[in-house]
T-cell receptor
Framework: EDQVTQSPEALRLQEGESSSLNCSYT??????LFWYRQDPGKGPEFLFT???AGEEKEKERLKATLTKKESFLHITAPKPEDSATYLC?????????FGSGTKLNVKP | DTGVSQDPRHKITKRGQNVTFRCDPI?????LYWYRQTLGQGPEFLTY????????KSRLLSDRFSAERPKGSFSTLEIQRTEQGDSAMYLC???????????FGPGTRLLVL
């Protein structure tokens, strides 16, 4: 069964404390993996697309990596404004499969 | 603003009433998706369109739900005889192709009393 699992469900960090979020998937025919940020009451905001194992993308304090079975979203020296839910999604052929997200809370 | 827009942003209705939501995708995007999201969960796929053709519907989409995309432009999602279990955020997204990034609208939050 095609599935996307994100861990941890919730993560509390102190400002400046780096960490990583995990997205593991069991999807046949993977065509791409996507990371989104979602603030409360809003639609998901696109962050990164990764298409092949070994690929990495960076944006400000965020770095996404991809292997054949999982992806990591590394957050370096986070700030309170990075607090949000981070969603991972994979696409095969025609459908996107979303994980349940990791809710990140960064304390000042 | 050339992003995905949705209307209304919030809807409160009584059980048994019909509601209709609208989504305007990014203009050059051929694909349009509808999702439902409940608290603490990721978006769940409902249906998608390639231009005006509805190509797939999830098992979540009961016969009370109908979606259209006339002329391959905006789309509407109608829920008939609403139930309390329909309360959720309804998200619309659009993309250029099936594997390209989906860009989401702000969502319509539905509350059924």
């Amino acid at each position: 069964e095609d599935q996307v699992t994100q861990s941890p469900e919730a993560l509390r960090l102190q400002e400046g404390e780096s960490s990583s979020l995990n997205c593991s998937y069991t999807v046949s025919g993977l065509r791409g993996l996507f990371w989104y940020r979602q603030d409360p009451g809003k639609g998901p905001e696109f962050l990164f697309t990764l298409y092949s194992a070994g690929e990495e993308k960076e944006k400000e304090r965020l770095k996404a990596t991809l292997t054949k079975k999982e992806s990591f979203l590394h957050i370096t020296a986070p700030k309170p404004e990075d607090s949000a839910t981070y969603l991972c999604a994979v696409v095969n052929f025609n459908k996107f499969y979303f994980g349940s997200g990791t809710k990140l809370n960064v304390k000042p | 603003d050339t992003g995905v827009s949705q209307d209304p942003r919030h809807k409160i209705t009584k059980r048994g009433q019909n509601v209709t939501f609208r989504c305007d995708p990014i203009s050059e995007h051929n694909r349009l998706y509808w999702y439902r999201q409940t608290l603490g969960q990721g978006p769940e796929f409902l249906t998608y369109f390639q231009n005006e053709a509805q190509l797939e519907k999830s098992r979540l989409l009961s016969d009370r739900f109908s979606a259209e995309r006339p002329k391959g432009s905006f789309s509407t999602l109608e829920i008939q005889r609403t139930e309390q279990g329909d309360s959720a955020m309804y998200l619309c997204a659009s993309s250029l192709t099936s594997v390209e990034t989906q860009y989401f609208g702000p969502g319509t939050r539905l509350l059924v009393l």
